[in-house]
């Protein structure tokens, strides 16, 4: 259990042996074939990973994403981004007990 303020990672839950598709250089490079062919080696059509989503909203999520901390760091005041700092290094540099 972690006590300081970072999120748990799902990654970090995983044990020692890799899970899920493996990830040697022959599944890496048919993969890789695929994508510049633009369909599976079989001839079926790669799964479109936009497919269920409103077109619309993943327009906007394109726009607005590369702008977010640039923009909110803007906003932010000299006293805000102090306090922001001032809280990281605290959980930072705190000593955690095991």
Known sequence: ???W???TR???ARSRKRQGTPHDF??????VVEQAIDEHLDGTPLENPDQGKNPHAVALGKLGGPKGGKARAEKLTAE?????????AQLRWRVREK
């Open 1 to 3: 259990m972690q006590q």
């Open 5 to 7: 303020g970072m999120p």
């Open 10 to 12: 799902s990654s970090k």
């Open 26 to 31: 022959t599944v890496v490079a048919r993969r």
């Open 80 to 88: 805000q981004r102090i306090k922001i700092a001032r809280n990281a």
